[in-house]
């Protein structure tokens, strides 16, 4: 189902603060959401919120990426999203 991710642009945020707090985290699970969205939405400050569920994980994982739609700036498990 998931496929190996391609060498992916990452923020500084992302690589030395959210990995670090969040390591159960997969880059594949990431690109999964990236490639295979659900629900995209456009927050007002350009980051673009993408939701995928992660059936090995069991939970909907929000990624949140900066304005180019590529380069990861957040994710996380998101209890509250509806599908």
């Given at each position: 189902?998931?496929?190996?991710?391609?060498?992916m642009?990452?923020?500084?945020?992302?690589?030395?603060?959210?990995?670090?707090?969040?390591?159960?985290?997969?880059?594949?699970?990431i690109?999964?959401?990236?490639?295979?969205?659900?629900?995209?939405?456009?927050?007002?400050n350009?980051?673009?919120?993408?939701?995928?569920?992660?059936?090995?994980?069991?939970?909907?994982?929000?990624?949140?990426?900066?304005?180019?739609?590529?380069?990861?700036?957040?994710?996380?498990?998101?209890?509250?999203?509806?599908?």
């Open positions: 189902m998931f496929n190996k991710p391609q060498q642009k990452t923020t500084e945020y992302f690589t030395y603060s959210v990995l670090l707090r969040r390591p159960y985290l997969k880059m594949e699970w690109q999964y959401v990236l490639d295979h969205p659900l629900r995209t939405e456009r927050q007002p350009g980051r673009i919120r993408q939701w995928a569920f992660i059936p090995e994980w069991g939970k909907y994982l929000r990624v949140v990426t900066e304005p180019d739609g590529q380069t990861v700036h957040n994710a996380f498990a998101d209890r509250r999203f509806k599908p």
